[in-house]
């Protein structure tokens, strides 16, 4: 897989996927442009992580705290995994899929 099928995966730009992996811009666009090639080794490392990511659907940069939003329903609170799961969808005020063992 070459770098820019990689990035395009993660749908990332060659500055955010630059940043994701450390690597530096000038050198996502040698490499996405043929002005240089990527040793093989780097390609194989990077294809892996990029697979990982892909699927733990990572991000570079983490939601920041909102002291507006409210605290969930504490599970010890509730009798029933359910009851406490409807609690806490009713809180967020958004519909959510629930995925239970």
């Known amino acids: 897989m070459e770098i820019r099928e990689m990035r395009m995966e993660l749908g990332d ?5 630059a940043e994701r992996y450390q690597i530096p811009f000038r ?26 990511d892909l699927v733990n659907r990572k991000t570079s940069v983490l939601p920041r705290y909102n002291p507006k ?20 969808r009713d809180c967020i005020g958004e519909d959510i899929v629930f995925a239970l063992d």
């Open 13 to 17: 730009t060659q500055n955010e996927f």
């Open 69 to 88: 939003k409210t605290d969930l329903p504490k599970r010890e609170n509730y009798f029933g995994s359910i009851v406490w799961l409807k609690a806490v």
């Open 27 to 52: 050198t996502i666009q040698n490499w996405e442009n043929g002005v240089r090639r990527p040793p093989e080794y780097v390609l194989k490392l990077l294809e892996k992580q990029v697979k990982k």
